[in-house]
T-cell receptor, first 116, second 110 residues
């Protein structure tokens, strides 16, 4: 059974703080994703990684960076948190690195981040 | 225009009813299509893939209409446990081109 875990379910930070969100998957998946989910906007892709140390920008990368030093772990970093980054953050992973192919994405439980 | 559009609902139907909703997409080059289900305060989970020939899984039927650029989900004999938000997912030319719709909320009443 695939398991994707995220470091926190709820997080409250102050404007300007550096925030780390961690995601770990246990199925040896190559692809890992970070999304944010906001009411009425659905899931929007922040960053995507298809291999260790590889990353691609998604639709809304501004204000975020990522790190993938190990295959099972994908971190999202908010260098200087702002109130408009208050959101639900969802990590996902999937098998296959073949461009154009898509395999089922498995999601973590999400981190609800509030920036005050 | 959004790349993937869904009626947000909510669709409020009685138990046992048949309900259907659509999802339209703007990129005619989109290659694969899916429906995910998201329960309240939970993560999305794959419900079913949508193939060109249609796809049926028990009470659920998914269809693709490439000419009109939409996919549909039909739920027959709806159950209380079907209450959830249904997300349409459209995949383009690479794994980074996965677009989620904002979801259609379905509520089944006894």
């Amino acid at each position: 059974d695939v398991k994707v875990t995220q470091s926190s379910r709820y997080l409250v930070k102050r404007t300007g703080e550096k925030v780390f969100l961690e995601c770990v998957q246990d199925m040896d998946h190559e692809n890992m994703f970070w999304y944010r989910q906001d009411p009425g906007l659905g899931l929007r892709l922040i960053y995507f990684s298809y291999d260790v140390k590889m990353k691609e920008k998604g639709d809304i990368p501004e204000g975020y960076s990522v790190s993938r030093e190990k295959k099972e772990r994908f971190s999202l970093i908010l260098e200087s948190a702002s109130t408009n980054q208050t959101s639900m953050y969802l990590c996902a992973s999937s098998f296959s690195r073949t461009s154009g192919s898509y395999n089922e994405q498995f999601f973590g439980p999400g981190t609800r981040l509030t920036v005050l | 225009r959004k790349e993937v559009e869904q009626d947000p609902g909510p669709f409020n139907v009685p138990e046992g009813a048949t309900v259907a909703f659509n999802c339209t997409y703007s990129n005619s080059a989109s290659q694969s299509f899916f429906w995910y289900r998201q329960d309240c305060r939970k993560e999305p989970k794959l419900l079913m893939s949508v193939y060109s020939s249609g796809n049926e899984d028990g009470r659920f039927t998914a269809q693709l209409n490439r000419a009109s650029q939409y996919i549909s989900l039909l739920i027959r004999d709806s159950k209380l446990s079907d209450s959830a938000t249904y997300l349409c997912v459209v995949n383009g030319s690479s794994a980074s081109k996965i677009i989620f719709g904002s979801g259609t909320r379905l509520s089944i009443r006894p």
